[in-house]
């Protein structure tokens, strides 16, 4: 009976699907154990091999989880809102809901036919208005809370406002923006209702405000940082520039410190959080005000190293810094204004990066030193950013690598604190009564008391005070796009009011364009029908807009990052149609036991998440702050690319021997236009751009090809995989020729998950030869082999052994080692000739995990009705691995003649005795007498003479 790998996986696949073998009930006697996969964005390209590398671990971790009888959820949906649709849409006209279905449905094709043992019940879309309804609620949720330092959580801003009203804000601790006004009770009550809301906007956990932004002309959209490489948009490699616009943001930075505490009792990996403690970026340090001459004006500092004050020798901003337009002199305006539009084309990303250019401007204006009130020079330079910390740093040349390497290039004198400075110490004694001396840190005062001192200095001065800042940021949430979700905001006289959640969800308009409009708004600008009618409450024709009872909408749309922000929590009642989440279901699940992703989601996706849940912890929504209790990032499997040799200014190319010495441009070649032996398919080759229709082609031999006179030679490299490089290895093709069961493995067989990994096609044949061998030890071509035979312990012994191990690797996700477990295991029973079911059922549930076709099609033989999926894990006996008897080496004068085996606990005298009595020792003795024999209990025999 042959092993036909396709219609074993296709009944079994179809089953599944019938029976909703995986399905998870929100309520269960059995403990619950939550998998999930990073939310995947459905592509045109759909999957290459290295997409499902993840989902196969997490798939072989639930499996696993079923047999030892845990009742698991694993789901699986679409992060389905997103820019490479609305592009598609703009190139040809297409709704991007159209392309977006059809690329999901080319994924769950393929998905399905890998064998992963999703939950299908419950996908979830993020562009499904009935999910983003709830994406919506929650922004609604942010938008009426504020935070609140005294109790360190989110509250209801309606306790805001009565605070507000019978107190005012000057005794209120809350998390808000920098430049709030003092008001007292009687100045709130007698704001009008417009001002109240804009004062409101300042405390609100989601708010309108001017903030730089990644601008992206040609794609008419802001952009997150990680959608941007090298100074330009990933997708079209187009220019992006510094822009302020008013945009939706996120106050993530209230967040801040419970992001960093909360890392301590999650079981992520620890570069992952390194990641994140780097972004949030926490220091302490001192808040210092410098005045600028001749203005109302100050700068405001944070620096971690108060105690260098007296080394500040000039000031530099931010070339986006409110103050730069403010204080710059006419004669340097020029310089300032030219230099400003430079850096809006760098990135923030680029800026921070870039420690050997050295650029900047004088502004002309100068700030007072706070102790000696000698004047600084203020300066501008891209390598301060206007979005972290103030925007402004005092520089200390002597102290700061970066800040010396400033001065020494634009000639600003560098002050040494350590051989003192040009002013006196008596004027920093005697100045407004401060105490503070320069002699305090030129005479060894340690570096906490001097900071301590400078601190204290500061606030006699009432010029700063003791603080801890953060880098983390708060998050724009606005993108100008189509394909996203609407925001459920209209505008009253300028101010943003919410949609009651009882009209959401507030659907995306139809567009004739996709593109912004000619008056630069967003694409919902060219909505003809995107107005809200508060009586009516719903969305009406524009042309009803009269800002009585019709309003204007939101134009911006929400970040791909706002419905995966919480998709986790969806799955876990994913159709309730009118809660978020049943509480029932909420507290059943709690939280993800395993999560499986990459890792470059570590600060957008896996940050911005962990904010979400902990507001909605604080709201009493979900029942746990953290979400993933355990994450696991698997590495990346790479692909191995072809590259063609073109000699430069000719259409010719020369095979890769004959690259030496020649000047020649490496050009990608589709990797299915070379065969194993790296020879190219020419024809194939000219046939794919029309610019090589007509090339020269010259063989390792240096021969004009022309028929199969010689053959042209690739080079090969590995890369990541990718469309662009033309390495993709499509998995319908592997599943084709050698099934999905062998994919499965060989993806697993290839290396640690973590770890990045090439990929070779030619290595698969070895593991689809192992699941041939495995069939075979189960059937033949009279059908099934297995019996009733008692298991021998030899048998035995193979079976524990690979319990073990398969046990050990799957909790440790060491699954590549488990795949070598059994071939080993396979090996071995195929030379005992086992066809004991004792042995062989119990194997199936092992192998069932990786290879789940093969195990439930030879499960279904042996008998079994139900799934494979629902028997139990094999338990394993440490008694079948410990040895009862010993295989001895019978030696004469160190000549090994035979074996003889004989039980583990005989004395050394017994052993003398069996080996003496046995016929094959008498026939090699002769009737002699030995002289000596030796015995090594448990090892060796000798016998001498």
Not at 36 to 48: E, K, N, Q, T, V
Not at 213 to 220: D, F, M, R, S
Not at 403 to 427: L, Q, R
Not at 914 to 929: D, P
Request: aromatic share 12%; net charge negative; proline share 4%.
């Amino acid at each position: 009976m042959k092993y036909n790998f396709n219609e074993i996986e296709a009944k079994w696949q179809k089953y599944w699907a019938a029976n909703q073998t995986f399905k998870a009930e929100n309520h269960s006697e059995k403990p619950k154990y939550y998998v999930l996969d990073m939310f995947p964005y459905p592509s045109g390209a759909g999957l290459h091999v290295g997409h499902p590398l993840g989902y196969i671990a997490s798939d072989i971790y639930a499996r696993y989880k079923r047999h030892q009888g845990f009742n698991v959820l694993h789901p699986q949906g679409y992060d389905s809102f997103g820019l490479p649709a609305e592009q598609y849409a703009i190139q040809t006209g297409q709704h991007p809901a159209i392309t977006t279905a059809e690329n999901i449905k080319t994924y769950r094709r393929q998905l399905d036919q890998i064998g992963f043992s999703f939950d299908w019940s419950r996908e979830v879309r993020t562009s499904d208005p009935n999910y983003y309804k709830w994406t919506q609620w929650i922004f609604i949720q942010l938008f009426n809370s504020w935070y609140n330092k005294d109790t360190d959580q989110a509250e209801d801003i309606s306790e805001l406002i009565s605070v507000f009203a019978s107190e005012g804000n000057t005794h209120i601790n809350a998390v808000c923006d920098d430049a709030v006004d003092a008001f007292s009770a009687e100045d709130w009550n007698g704001f009008s209702s417009k001002k109240q809301q804009g004062i409101l906007l300042q405390y609100r956990l989601t708010y309108l405000a001017e903030t730089e932004v990644n601008w992206c002309p040609a794609l008419g959209t802001v952009l997150a940082n990680d959608e941007m490489v090298n100074g330009v948009s990933e997708r079209g490699g187009h220019p992006v520039i510094r822009k302020k616009m008013t945009q939706w943001s996120m106050r993530i930075s209230a967040y801040a410190e419970r992001l960093l505490q909360g890392l301590n009792k999650i079981d992520w990996s620890d570069s992952l959080k390194e990641s994140q403690r780097n972004w949030i970026g926490k220091s302490v340090g001192a808040s210092a005000e410098f005045k600028i001459v001749n203005s109302d004006s100050s700068i405001s500092v944070f620096t971690t190293r108060p105690d260098t004050i007296f080394g500040v020798s000039f000031m530099t901003l931010a070339p986006e810094h409110e103050l730069v337009s403010k204080i710059t002199t006419p004669e340097q305006k020029e310089a300032v204004e030219a230099y400003v539009i430079a850096t809006a084309k760098r990135s923030e990303r680029d800026r921070m990066a870039d420690v050997k250019t050295i650029s900047g401007a004088f502004t002309g204006a100068y700030a007072e030193h706070p102790f000696s009130k000698a004047p600084i020079p203020i300066w501008i330079g891209d390598y301060v950013l206007a979005g972290y910390g103030t925007g402004a740093v005092m520089s200390v040349p002597c102290g700061d690598q970066r800040d010396y390497d400033f001065a020494k290039h634009f000639n600003i004198p560098i002050p040494n604190i350590f051989d003192g400075v040009d002013v006196s110490e008596g004027a920093f004694a005697s100045k407004d009564n401060v105490v503070l001396k320069n002699s305090d840190f030129l005479n060894g005062l340690s570096y906490k008391k001097a900071t301590v001192k400078a601190i204290g200095a500061l606030e006699k001065l009432n010029q700063g005070e003791g603080k801890t800042n953060y880098r983390l940021r708060d998050a724009v949430f606005s993108r100008q796009r189509y394909w996203g979700e609407p925001f459920p905001v209209y505008y009253v006289n300028g101010m943003p009011q919410m949609i009651d959640a009882e009209h959401l969800p507030v659907r995306l308009p139809e567009v004739e364009k996709y593109l912004p409009t000619e008056t630069g708004e967003p694409p919902l600008g060219n909505a003809t029908v995107w107005a809200w009618d508060r009586h009516k409450a719903e969305v009406v024709s524009n042309a009803l807009i009269d800002h009585e009872r019709v309003f204007p909408l939101e134009l911006n749309t929400m970040p791909g990052w706002a419905g995966s922000s919480w998709y986790f929590n969806r799955y876990m009642d994913a159709h309730n149609e009118t809660e978020f989440a049943s509480q029932d279901a909420l507290s059943y699940w709690k939280d993800v036991d395993l999560y499986i992703g990459g890792s470059e989601h570590a600060t957008g996706h896996l940050l911005y998440s962990r904010f979400w849940q902990k507001f909605l912890f604080d709201k009493g929504i979900v029942p746990v702050d953290e979400y993933a209790k355990k994450l696991i990032n698997q590495g990346m499997i790479l692909g191995t690319s072809a590259f063609v040799y073109r000699v430069e200014g000719e259409n010719k190319f020369v095979s890769k021997a004959l690259i030496a010495g020649q000047s020649v441009q490496a050009i990608h070649a589709d990797v299915a236009f070379v065969n194993a032996s790296d020879e190219l398919d020419i024809e194939a080759f000219r046939n794919w751009r029309e610019e090589y229709k007509d090339a020269i082609f010259i063989g390792e031999k240096g021969l004009v090809i022309e028929g199969d006179n010689d053959v042209y030679k690739v080079g090969r490299e590995v890369e990541k995989m990718s469309k662009s490089k033309y390495n993709v290895v499509n998995p319908d093709d592997i599943v084709s020729e050698y099934g999905a069961d062998s994919l499965r493995l060989y993806e697993m067989f290839l290396g640690p998950l973590e770890q990045y990994k090439p990929w070779n096609t030619a290595g698969i044949s070895g593991v689809h030869s192992f699941l041939k061998k495995l069939w075979k030890l189960y059937v033949d071509d009279s059908g099934l082999k297995v019996n009733d035979t008692q298991p021998t312990k030899e048998g035995l012994k193979v079976l524990h052994k690979t319990i073990k191990k398969v046990q050990e690797d799957i909790e440790g996700f060491s699954f590549n080692t488990s795949v070598s477990t059994f071939m080993i295991a396979v090996n071995d029973l195929t030379a005992q000739k086992c066809t004991s079911k004792a042995i062989l059922e119990p194997l199936l549930v092992l192998i069932s995990p990786y290879a789940p076709h093969i195990a439930e099609e030879l499960w279904s033989k042996l008998g079994h009705d139900a799934s494979i999926s629902t028997a139990a894990f094999p338990e394993f006996d440490q008694n079948h691995l410990v040895e009862s008897s010993k295989n001895y080496p019978i030696s004469f004068n160190g000549k090994m003649r035979f074996t003889l085996e004989l039980p583990m606990d005989m004395s050394k005298e017994d052993i003398e005795k069996a080996v003496l009595a046995n016929e094959k020792t008498q026939e090699q003795l002769g009737g002699r007498t030995p002289k000596k024999v030796i015995v090594v209990p448990g090892k060796i025999v000798n016998i001498v003479g």
